[in-house]
């Protein structure tokens, strides 16, 4: 089955300072790839997602990047303010009625 | 807006007990999904249902089951729980599978003690 890794596990930036987040992913057929918040204490919510026929996706100070050559895809936070601190999960998937296979998560800590 | 609730927020349990874990989802979602979030281990299935009384096993559906019976409600049960089944459970709802992303509910820490 898919198997996603993700790096790092934690990422401590200062504040206004850009983060990146990596994952990697084992199954050539996956073609969609959502990231995933989750806040201290709360559900982890869908912040951007890509499809594999896309190589780029931005809204506002946050992007996601995929090679699909390289079966990798990044997040990438620009601007960073403490309210950015969370988990975040990656997750890959072949579409259709499958099931999402999630990275470990990457606790991001954004001090002032 | 999506709404997926479960029952309880926090569980206390004894070992042996028989425990049931409730996710309702009010969307007219067809699929809905089972995970556990352990730190450093992130979110693992355990089990899904792409329909009424349909049932798949995830990568760890040992020591669980579910039951879903009606379109909106998918339950979660720990047959006889364990100290291992300390976790946070989190239930997820989605259209179409996994191409449109999930929508997860708050989720249920448990305590099997």
């Given at each position: 089955g898919e198997n996603v890794e993700q790096h790092p596990s934690t990422l401590s930036v200062q504040e206004g300072d850009s983060a990146v987040i990596k994952c990697t992913y084992s199954d050539s057929a996956s073609n969609y790839?959502?990231?995933y918040?989750?806040?201290l204490?709360?559900?982890?919510?869908?912040?951007?997602d890509i499809r594999s026929n896309v190589g780029e996706k931005k809204d506002q100070r946050i992007a996601v990047?995929?090679?699909?050559?390289?079966?990798?895809?990044?997040?990438?936070?620009?601007?960073?303010?403490?309210?950015?601190?969370a988990v975040y999960f990656c997750a890959a998937s072949i579409g259709g009625y499958s099931t999402l296979t999630f990275g470990k998560?990457?606790?991001?800590?954004?001090?002032? | 807006d999506v709404k997926v609730t479960q029952s309880s927020r926090y569980l206390v349990k004894r070992t042996g007990e028989k425990v049931f874990l409730e996710c309702v989802q009010d969307m007219d979602?067809?699929?809905?999904f089972w995970y556990r979030q352990d730190p450093g281990l992130g979110l693992r299935l355990i089990y899904f249902s792409y329909d009424v009384k349909m049932k798949e096993k995830g990568d760890i559906p040992e020591g669980y089951s579910v039951s879903r019976e009606k379109k909106e409600r998918f339950s979660l049960i720990l047959e006889s729980a364990s100290t291992n089944q300390t976790s946070m459970y989190l239930c997820a709802?989605?259209?179409q599978g996994a191409a449109y992303g999930y929508t997860f509910g708050s989720g249920t820490r448990l305590t099997v003690v």
């Open positions: 790839f959502p990231w918040k989750q806040e204490g709360k559900r982890p919510q869908l912040i951007i990047t995929l090679n699909k050559t390289a079966k990798h895809f990044s997040l990438h936070i620009t601007e960073t303010q403490p309210e950015d601190s998560g990457t606790m991001l800590l954004v001090s002032p | 979602h067809e699929n809905m709802s989605s259209q």
